[in-house]
């Protein structure tokens, strides 16, 4: 199996895949008479394809540990989707660039407190995994006609260890 080390959460090392979402360094103003801050435009929604709109969910994951195998990516076409973590456990975030339709090198980042991810549209990436405990998670993505989803399996899993 080939191994892929963790690597922490930053917005540049990110970028290409999507959006970090967090406070640190967010543009950020006061509202509702100076009693609440807002952390402004953090991420970027995309829809695409017929009839799209916003869905926002909540999903609870069981947890996983490393060192984790990793056997398979997936992919939406059609939207972006974007997971903000409702407790402070972290979780991982696997993500690829895409190489002529399929996954190429994946990278392994692991959360801090306050960060979630927007992955953007058509960006192949792991599953939900919270790491240490079960958790729930805030989840904007895209309903709508159309298959939103591919699934890559590699023919050589590889596997995720803590750096």
């Known amino acids: 199996m080939r191994t892929l080390r963790t690597e922490p959460l930053t917005r540049d090392a990110f970028a290409p895949f999507g959006q970090v979402i967090e406070q640190e360094g967010a543009h950020n103003y006061p509202i509702n008479s100076g009693n609440c801050q807002r952390y402004h435009d953090l991420a970027r929604v995309e829809l ?3 009839h799209a709109r916003p869905l926002i969910s909540l999903m609870h994951s069981r947890h996983f540990t490393l060192p984790l195998p990793l056997k ?3 992919r939406h076409p059609l939207g972006s989707q974007a997971f903000y973590p409702l407790s402070s456990h972290p979780f991982l975030v696997v993500v690829a660039p895409d190489e002529s339709g ?3 090198t994946p990278r392994a980042f692991l959360t801090g407190p306050g960060q979630g991810v927007n992955i953007a549209m058509n960006t192949w990436h792991g599953v939900l995994t919270p790491l240490g405990a079960d958790a729930d998670f805030l989840c904007v993505d895209r309903g709508g006609e159309g298959n939103n989803l591919e ?3 590699f ?3 590889w596997v ?3 750096t």
Request: proline share 11%; net charge negative; aromatic share 6%.
């Open 160 to 162: 995720v260890e803590a």
């Open 155 to 157: 023919a050589e899993p």
């Open 151 to 153: 699934e890559h399996f």
């Open 102 to 104: 399929t996954p190429g």
């Open 72 to 74: 398979m990516l997936e």
């Open 48 to 50: 695409g394809g017929v």
